[in-house]
T-cell receptor, first 113, second 117 residues
Framework: AQSVAQPEDQVNVAEGNPLTVKCTYSVSGNPYLFWYVQYPNRGLQFLLK??????LVKGSYGFEAEFNKSQTSFHLKKPSALVSDSALYFCAVRDANTDKLIFGTGTRLQVFP | GAVVSQHPSRVICKSGTSVKIECRSLDFQATTMFWYRQFPKQSLMLMATSNEGSKATYEQGVEKDKFLINHASLTLSTLTVTSAHPEDSSFYIC?????????????FGPGTRLTVL
């Protein structure tokens, strides 16, 4: 069965510092991996994805993620955090057979001024 | 772009009434749309997969007769919560699969907050 794990419920970082939100996955076959962000009382916004190609994927709002096959990880990163990045972040993997997204439990990012 | 809208954004209804939520893909066609439910401080729970022109596929434990899904066109899917009760109060989010343009990405609507009194 395919699964995604986000080991941290919350990540705290000071504004201007680099941030990392962790995600590991377990899939059979090639993974389709996604990061979404959710602001309060809003739907999910697509940030970036890895399907094939370069392991370093760049996305919206200055975010990037690195696909690491040997560590089965897809950590989300940003070189310099903003207070406005504070939100709930979800990692997801797409089930190739059903097209369904399998979500992690989410990580709340808190950026302090 | 890839914009998905939902209407209404917020609805309050009395127990026993039915509520319809619309999900539209505004700038792309979506043969597949998905309906999720999200409880406070929790991840998304997939309720059903909606396929244009065919019956929806429901996840285990989701009542088909209570949550009616219609995907009548390539840009519109509706979720009707029938005979709503307070326990149906939740945040409902739809997504549309952007398969035809090759992005292989689900784009999400802004969500609908349902409160059943």
């Amino acid at each position: 069965a395919q699964s995604v794990a986000q080991p941290e419920d919350q990540v705290n970082v000071a504004e201007g510092n680099p941030l990392t939100v962790k995600c590991t996955y377990s899939v059979s076959g090639n993974p389709y991996l996604f990061w979404y962000v959710q602001y309060p009382n809003r739907g999910l916004q697509f940030l970036l994805k890895y399907i094939t190609g370069d392991n370093l994927v760049k996305g919206s709002y200055g975010f990037e993620a690195e696909f690491n096959k040997s560590q089965t990880s897809f950590h989300l990163k940003k070189p310099s955090a903003l207070v406005s990045d504070s939100a709930l972040y979800f990692c997801a993997v797409r089930d190739a057979n059903t097209d369904k997204l399998i979500f992690g439990t989410g990580t709340r990012l808190q950026v302090f001024p | 772009g890839a914009v998905v809208s939902q209407h209404p954004s917020r609805v309050i209804c009395k127990s026993g009434t039915s509520v319809k939520i619309e999900c539209r893909s505004l700038d792309f066609q979506a043969t597949t749309m998905f309906w999720y439910r999200q409880f406070p401080k929790q991840s998304l729970m997939l309720m059903a997969t909606s396929n244009e022109g065919s019956k929806a596929t429901y996840e285990q434990g989701v009542e088909k007769d209570k949550f009616l899904i219609n995907h009548a066109s390539l840009t519109l899917s509706t979720l009707t919560v029938t005979s709503a009760h307070p326990e149906d109060s939740s945040f409902y989010i739809c997504s549309a699969g952007d398969w035809d343009r090759g992005t292989d990405t689900q784009y999400f609507g802004p969500g609908t907050r349902l409160t059943v009194l």
